[in-house]
């Protein structure tokens, strides 16, 4: 679009606005994020970890018949680290500090030499050059972050191409009494710290990834793990 003249001035503030607005409500989707996670962390394996174990499971054990340098987004308090293979080098981020003091101590506790880092970051922004990694593991994460489409470029770009981002996750329910418990839900995604109607096309829609398998499980199959593959650029 176009715009000459003195319109071209106030589109220009018009936009400037917009980025700013935009940029406030990002910091107030990560602190409502931060402040969720510093509520569950002392007590998220107890309340969460054997009802998503399913999810994880199935992920680790796709993830454990692969090779090379392992990410995994949102790594939390480190549930799945003591699962990987000895063959993998796995490097793990959140954007919670108390959550990734959990998994530190997991990892120190329990020797676990396949984990190389453990970083607090962005998923949005980062920090590892293009094509770094040969997997990527994304639990439970894709539908807490602010911008999962940010979240998913960045994965994306990072994923090497042959390479596979492994997904579990509970993804909104198209119809039944699922959807509307997803629905009531809805309103308390702050409180919660995750989007209970997060579709999960958002995920498969990445021009840059093909689906390779994709399998509900779980109680009335609420969790879902699905397998893309990093197409050759």
Known sequence: MKVEGANAAEFRDERALDAVDLAAEARLDEKAVL?????????????????????RRLAVEIINRRQGRLLEVGVGTGLTLPRYKPHLKVTGIDLSPDMLSVARRRVEDGKIETVEALHQMDATRLT???????????MYTITVVPHPDAVMAEIERVTKPGGEAIFASHFASESGWRKA???ALTPFTKKLGWR????IERILGRPGF?????????????FTVAVLRRKAD
């Open 35 to 55: 402040a969720a996670y510093s509520r569950w962390a002392p007590i998220y394996d107890w309340v969460f970890g054997r009802v998503f174990d399913a999810g």
């Open 128 to 138: 590892f050059p293009d094509a770094s990694f040969d997997t990527v593991a994304v």
């Open 181 to 183: 418990i997803e629905h």
């Open 196 to 199: 209970p109607d997060f579709p």
């Open 210 to 222: 093909e689906l390779v398998e994709k399998k509900r499980l779980g109680l009335f199959g609420i």
